[in-house]
Nanobody, 124 residues
Framework: QVQLEESGGGSVQAGGSLRLSCAAS????????MGWIRQGPGNDREIVAT????????YYADSVKGRFTISRDNAKEMVYLQMNSLKSEDTAVYYC?????????????????WGQGTQVTVSS
């Protein structure tokens, strides 16, 4: 089992940047695929970015490719999401989540453990 806690959300103007962090605690962090999932107002949750256990494979939703970068530090049990060139449509609650059974391309239901979420608001 792994516990997750996000930080780094906030309000920013369009074109700005934010860096989200996710601190993990528990067992075997380095064996989990990690993902950032968001839920905007009135929308379903969507996978934004994922990263493999060793950090060598990543996946990005088309809507964030070239703007967001996911990374992890297994020694520190941390996952990060660097968000640049933010747009108003990026406004959402961002969740950090762990997937212990699939791969970086797995759908949402593979994610067993979730943080509480952090709000990101982008104003135009």
């Amino acid at each position: 089992q792994v516990q997750l806690e996000e930080s780094g959300g906030g309000s920013v103007q369009a074109g700005g940047s934010l860096r989200l962090s996710c601190a993990a605690s528990g067992q075997r962090f380095s064996s989990y695929i990690m993902g950032w999932i968001r839920q905007g107002p009135g929308n379903d949750r969507e996978i934004v970015a994922t990263i493999s256990e060793n950090g060598k494979t990543t996946y990005y939703a088309d809507s964030v490719k070239g703007r967001f970068t996911i990374s992890r530090d297994n020694a520190k049990e941390m996952v990060y999401l660097q968000m640049n060139s933010l747009k108003s449509e990026d406004t959402a609650v961002y969740y950090c989540a762990a997937n212990g059974a699939g791969d970086p391309y797995s759908p949402l239901y593979y994610y067993d453990y979730w943080g509480q979420g952090t709000q990101v608001t982008v104003s135009s």
